[in-house]
């Protein structure tokens, strides 16, 4: 099959963002069993670590069944980015981004992230070798500028430089980046977004296709810009509200059922927990209710079990689920 035609990779109407902490192997099996129509990316790896891996498959831990999910890759070095996406080449992800959007003071010091945004150039390298390392889509997430980088022209300019070296899909973070001064959580929600900034390169670019990110919290705000943006990425309201991502992949605001996912998230816990792992687990449970009613009652529940570390108490929220469910008119 030709990678670039997967369904869920053309078709996603909802991504989930690569968020380190969160969207780890575990979160992106309940993702995907809950969302099966949504694209669900990685935390970024940096190409060394996936280089340096011993056991490759306790890191990447993907069932092959898995389907759409996207490795994001951090880097600079077009040789080192290759390896990494060669060494990523069995694990079947349906696409490999590349990081020029992180601002974190870490992530400068190894000349990655958002601030290869002043380096097109060497960004287009990058996308280069990472192409023929794979068939796969090579896509890149940024922002709409960094520090006094921060023209439309500018912006213009690493599109087009980048898509020359064949990336043809863009994740634009609608807000701009600070380099020096502020942390990352703060060029999470300092800088101010501009939606119609990323509208402006999408109808500058009408043959690129971009992913619209940042802010969006509600299926209203998302419904809205789907109109113009065939896909928008979700990032720290996904684990607070699961069931968004359900809801925009259906393209439907009406509530999910839920116990037939936790049911089947629950016995994969079964299968590959131990007591270190078990809260690392179940913590992705706890914003599966959010924004319904009894929402609260649902989430103490889970830091109860998660607390007392019980396996065996599994069988009680998934009884509670079935409840949660029918008192939101989910079945
Ligand atoms: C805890 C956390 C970790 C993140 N880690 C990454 C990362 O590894 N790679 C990346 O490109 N962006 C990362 N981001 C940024 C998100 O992918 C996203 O671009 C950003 O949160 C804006 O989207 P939102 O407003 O929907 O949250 C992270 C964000 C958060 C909150």
Redesign the pocket.
């Known amino acids: 099959m030709d990678v670039s035609e997967s369904i869920i990779y053309r078709h996603a109407r909802v991504s989930v ?6 969207t780890d192997r575990h979160f992106r099996v309940l993702m995907r069993l809950l969302a099966p129509r949504s694209l669900i ?1 990685t ?2 790896m940096k190409d060394e670590a996936v280089i340096r891996l011993q056991d490759r498959s306790v890191l990447f831990g993907e069932d092959r069944s898995l389907k759409g999910v996207v490795l ?1 890759l951090g880097g600079a070095s077009p040789e080192r980015l290759a390896l990494a996406v060669a060494i990523a080449e069995p694990y079947e992800y349906e696409a490999i981004n590349l ?1 020029v ?2 601002p974190s003071s870490k992530v400068q010091l190894a000349n990655m992230g958002a601030c290869l945004f002043k380096q097109p150039k060497r960004v287009a390298q990058c996308v280069e070798a990472m192409r023929r390392a794979t068939n796969r889509p090579i896509t890149v ?1 940024m922002r709409i500028g960094v520090d006094e980088c921060d023209r439309f022209e500018d912006a213009v300019h690493f599109i087009q430089t980048v898509h020359e070296a064949g990336c043809n899909d863009f994740i634009v ?1 609608a807000r701009k980046a600070w380099l020096k001064g502020l942390s ?2 703060q060029n ?1 929600s300092i800088p101010k977004l501009d939606y119609h900034r990323v509208l402006a390169l999408k109808s500058h670019f009408p043959k690129i296709n971009f992913v619209l ?4 919290v509600s299926y209203e705000q998302a419904m809205l810009w789907l109109g113009s943006f065939n896909q928008v ?5 996904a684990p607070r509200q699961l069931q968004l991502i359900a809801q925009l992949a259906l393209g439907s605001s009406e509530p999910i059922e839920c116990q037939p996912v936790l049911k089947k998230y629950f016995e994969y816990i079964e299968r590959n927990t131990d007591s270190n792992r078990f809260h690392h687990m179940l913590k992705h449970c706890v914003g599966v209710y959010q924004g319904q009613p009894n929402a609260s009652f649902w989430r103490k529940a889970v830091s109860n079990v998660m607390q007392n570390n019980n396996l065996s108490c599994l069988q009680d929220l998934l009884h509670l689920s079935g409840q949660m469910d029918q008192s939101i008119g989910a079945i």
């Open positions: 963002a690569p968020m380190m902490g969160y990316y935390q970024m994001q990081n959007g992180c997430k973070h990352p959580a999470r990110n940042g802010g969006i990425m979700i990032g720290r309201q």
